[in-house]
């Protein structure tokens, strides 16, 4: 699926078709609730809605653009196994590391996901 309208100017006609086509999906994967989790970049995938409601965040507070794989939306999850990475910011203050393993799951697990920001001193 095309993403590039993620990084559009809200205003502009991609925007809005990225906005559509992305509430349309994931309407056709909603399970059994009439509510999202909500991307904009205020809520970050935290806060249930109405798609009237999402519309109206994703246009007055953008779309979350880290949120790159929509697992919450119907998108399946790209697993890595054992992975690990660390990006370093240019500036070289901050690091931030991203750890993921495999494990044994069935579909009664509930998995959250907390993102990790660990800040080096210099």
């Known amino acids: 699926m095309d ?15 990225g906005v559509e086509a992305f509430l349309n999906f994931a ?5 059994t609730t009439t509510h999202i989790r909500c991307p904009c970049v205020k809520c970050v995938n935290l ?3 109405g798609v009237g409601i999402i519309r109206d965040h994703v ?5 979350d653009q880290s949120y790159k794989n929509w697992t919450f939306h119907g998108e399946p999850w790209e697993a890595t196994t054992n992975a690990s990475r660390n990006v370093e910011e240019d500036d070289g203050h901050s690091r931030y590391s991203f750890v993921s393993e495999e494990i044994d799951m069935d579909d009664n697990d509930l998995v959250i996901l907390v993102p990790f920001r660990m800040s080096l001193p210099m």
């Open 47 to 49: 806060k249930l809605f």
């Open 59 to 63: 246009y007055f507070n953008g779309i």
């Open 3 to 17: 993403k590039s309208w993620m990084h559009s100017d809200r205003r502009s006609k991609a925007y809005e078709f």
């Open 27 to 31: 309407v056709e994967n909603l399970l």
